[in-house]
């Protein structure tokens, strides 16, 4: 016997008298024996009027037609149609009209005749359904019971609907046929509409009816009073429709609108996997998995493509599983490790056809593909595995893997509609699964640029000491344009430099790198900040007019450009739209210099200027971004005081330092990309550099030499007399010859030998290639060849050409010029 679950009484829609309530009672000679106050709303007869007289009192649009019978005659034994019926008045009015022929325990018979309006709702207890629908598709129900609920006459409908025969019903209540909580609920429902008069529309329950054991259904039934002649209540009737297929598509699409929400809420391919497990589970399946090709969650393509595997099995990894059953037990393998697939099993043939694999009734017996998978096939019989559905995920011909669907406690077997729906969630999924597999992999492309970018080292040689940090905005999501670098320059000098570009991805990664080698390439040309971010600028711009992406994305970018000199203990600095330097003195005291801003990168038409100061040894400079001050809830002054509290205080390390700054970051996700960037300056004493005052007569050029050798020998460093002496008399006469102004000499020993020599010229020397026949024109040619790098940079007074020599033995000249 099934069992029922219903709404509770007041779950159906009561609304006054219903349309769908007019109804009569009439036996098998043409006699009303029932009526309803509805009827009589309808056509102006009374109860009192109708019942015990013939129908065809009111049925004018047949005739002399006496009798229901005869009607079932000519109609069919139950039918639908548009009637014309006799009001009070002689009036015709128009209705739909149906018959049901009911059968009694004693054999007899008896018909239902219901009628509507056109124009209300038609008499169905499922509004939107059209009568001639349900007749063909889905035969009302209908039953009258007594007063004490019994059933007294069904039709045939309702004994296919739920297949409980006719001799089991009558004289029963619906708890004696259908004993459960539902059956109790509607019969409290009856009850109500026996004492109120009120009838009860679309009360559902549900039920595993004999005809369909292993699937649920659910009905919709409606209930209205029957009285007599004199008012009095003669039972209670009831109309139900198997509402099974309805309900379930509208679960589905609901399921379908679902997933368009839970599945791909990241771009995370593996928390995209157990959406679509979660999601399936129990609604379609008692048990589903995700297994992935291993090279998805790695964002490379997949090993496979579908038509070409050719014997090959690509590696899964499980991405998703969900149970019924708490730790899904059904599953070998836990998320995240690989899983084993048969070589001859579904799983291949899915991968290799493209298409989807159904077997309703799942056969783990000897000689199956289970034969290959033992451990799977004692699963399968541990938990009753009976139905199985197995689904390829692929997306732009590719596959990214496979979802099962297994049921085990619900008894239903999968069938083709179950098949379209995991189809359709399958697919939902693949497009997640694809963009995040492409974004994982622009994400990693640019890690690795970003990576490749940046420096891996930083060393600001004898001028400062450094230490850094890099916080992307979305450590597991985010790649921003934010950049920085120290660059040794001539002269012990060193370039701190830090920007930002805008946007996040792979593209501000790469518009990073250009404009970092952009300023590598300005700072080699010992440009003073001011003109290098004027050729920065320029730069960008031209970019920008050409179409070149980058050069767009590079539009807005900030920058800030420092260089400090450890000989004169001078810092000087420009920026281009970049937050100031914090600058801590030695004593722990913290101040932002009036630095004037600068329109960002790109703008076109910039000025930009630059601010000199003269630090102390140990003073620390801080570069950093607008992404550590500044936040979603607090302005850029907040954030300039939060980041001054945490560098105030003397005494501790740099990378104490970067610790205690990062820290002052909001602790929920940052909006922007943090970059720090720390130096504390050094200072070259007395006993590291040595400079001259010289006129500018010819005559000096062999006392320049005489000082240069003297200094060497004091330094230790005779090694390089010999070189350094022809590097001194050749820039020092070059000066004298086409300089101006007094010539001072500058040796600077550090990492390396540095000679400078400085003249209030701002012509700047090139080396020539002389003839073997020319009596001059070597002088710079000997130079480079002497030393390792040398060059002339331009000072707001003159010029500076300076040589540099590496420390070790110095190499014959002969040996350097082959």
């Known amino acids: ?119 209300t709702n038609p008499p169905w207890p499922v509004s939107g359904v059209e009568p001639e629908s349900l007749l063909a598709a889905s035969p009302i129900g209908i039953a009258v019971r007594d007063l004490e609920l019994r059933y007294m006459w069904v039709n045939d409908a309702l004994i296919h609907q739920d297949g409980i025969p006719r001799e089991k019903r009558l004289g029963r209540r619906l708890s004696q046929v259908l004993p459960g909580v539902g059956a109790q609920k509607a019969e409290a429902v009856m009850q109500q509409v026996l004492d109120s008069g009120v009838g009860t529309v679309d009360h559902e329950y549900r039920a595993w009816p004999p005809t369909d054991p292993r699937r649920e259904h659910l009905f919709s039934t409606s209930f209205f009073r029957l009285d007599d002649a004199q008012g009095r209540v003669l039972g209670v009737c009831a109309m139900s429709v198997d509402v099974t297929d309805r309900q379930r598509s509208h679960e589905r699409l609901t399921m379908l609108r679902e997933a368009g ?141 496979v979802a099962l669907f297994v049921r085990t406690d619900d008894p239903e077997p999968f069938d083709e509609s179950d098949l379209l729906l995991a189809e359709e969630l399958v697919t939902r999924a693949a497009l997640a699964l694809d963009n995040a597999r492409r974004y994982v992999r622009e994400r990693n492309s640019a890690f690795a640029l970003q990576r490749d970018l940046l420096p891996r080292r930083l060393t600001g040689g004898p001028a400062v000491e450094v230490a850094s940090r890099y916080l992307p905005a979305d450590i597991d999501a985010g790649v921003g344009g934010d950049w920085f670098d120290v660059i040794p320059l001539s002269g012990a000098r060193v370039a701190l430099v830090v920007g930002d570009v805008v946007g996040h991805g792979i593209n501000a990664a790469a518009t990073m790198g250009r404009l970092r080698t952009a300023v590598h390439t300005l700072a080699k040309l010992d ?120 560098l105030a205080g003397s005494g501790r390390q740099l990378e104490e330092l970067c610790s205690a700054v990062t820290g002052i970051l909001p602790t929920g996700a940052p909006t922007d990309d943090a970059t720090l960037l720390l130096a504390r300056t050094r200072a070259l004493g007395p006993a590291q550099f040595a400079q001259w005052q010289l006129p500018n007569e010819p005559v000096v050029v062999a006392r320049a030499r005489a000082l240069a050798v ?27 010859r086409h300089g101006a102004g007094p010539v001072e000499l500058r040796l600077i020993r550090h990492q390396a030998l540095v000679c400078e020599v400085f003249d209030s010229s701002d012509t700047a020397p090139r080396m020539r290639h002389a003839r073997a026949t020319d009596e001059s024109g070597r002088g710079l040619f000997l130079v480079a060849q002497l030393s390792r790098r040398r060059g002339t940079r331009f000072t707001a007074h003159g010029k500076i050409v300076w040589a540099e020599q590496d420390l070790k033995p110095a190499t014959s000249l002969s040996t350097r010029a082959h």
């Open 1 to 119: 016997m099934p069992e029922v679950e219903g709404s509770p009484p007041e779950a159906g829609r009561k609304a006054g008298q219903p349309p769908c309530s007019a109804l009569a009672l009439v036996d098998a000679q043409g006699t009303v024996v029932a009526w309803t106050p509805a009827a009589e709303r309808l056509v102006g007869f009374s109860s009192r009027d109708v019942v015990g007289g013939s129908v065809a009192r009111v049925l004018s649009a047949f005739g002399d037609i006496t009798s229901a019978s005869v009607l079932a005659e000519r109609r069919g034994e139950d039918w639908s149609s548009p009637v014309g019926l006799s009001d009070r008045d002689g009036r015709s009015v128009e209705v739909h009209l149906r018959a049901s022929r009911l059968l009694g325990q004693d054999g007899g018979t008896h018909w239902l005749v219901s009628a509507t309006s056109p124009d």
């Open 261 to 401: 929400t839970r599945i791909g809420s990241t771009l995370d391919v593996m928390r995209t996997g157990q959406e679509l497990a979660d999601l399936a589970v129990p609604r379609l399946a008692d048990y589903v998995t995700v297994d992935l090709a291993e090279t998805v969650p790695l964002g490379e393509e997949s090993l496979a493509r579908l038509g070409a595997i050719r014997g090959h099995i690509p590696v899964f990894r499980r991405a998703g599983v969900a149970s019924i059953h708490e730790g899904a037990p059904e599953s070998l393998w836990p998320r995240g490790e690989p899983v084993f697939v048969p070589a001859s099993s579904p799983f291949t043939e899915v991968l290799t056809s493209g298409s989807s694999h159904l077997e309703a009734l799942l056969d783990s017996s000897p000689g199956t593909w289970f034969d290959q998978d033992p451990r799977r096939a004692e699963k399968v019989r541990e938990y009753g595995m009976h139905s199985l559905m197995i689904v390829p995920i692929h997306a732009r011909g590719a596959v990214l893997g």
């Open 527 to 646: 440009l003073p900040p001011d003109e290098l971010l004027a050729h920065l600028d320029d730069t960008i711009v031209q970019l920008t007019e050409e179409g070149e992406d980058q050069g767009a994305a590079a539009s807005g970018a900030t920058c800030l450009y420092a260089v400090y000199d450890p000989v004169t203990r001078t810092c000087t600095m420009a920026r281009a739209g970049h937050p100031p330097p914090a600058i801590v003195s030695p004593a722990g005291r913290v101040t932002f210099p009036d630095l004037p801003s600068g329109l960002p990168l790109g703008i076109g038409m910039a000025s930009f200027e630059t601010l000199e100061l003269e630090l102390p040894e140990g003073s620390v400079l801080a570069f950093y971004t607008d992404g550590l001050i500044e936040s979603r809830d607090q302005d850029l002054d907040e954030g300039m005081h939060r980041l001054a509290s945490a």
């Open 710 to 736: 003297r200094k060497l020998a004091e330094w230790g460093l005779d090694h390089l007399a010999a070189s350094t002496e022809l590097i001194v008399s050749e820039l020092v006469t070059n000066t004298v």
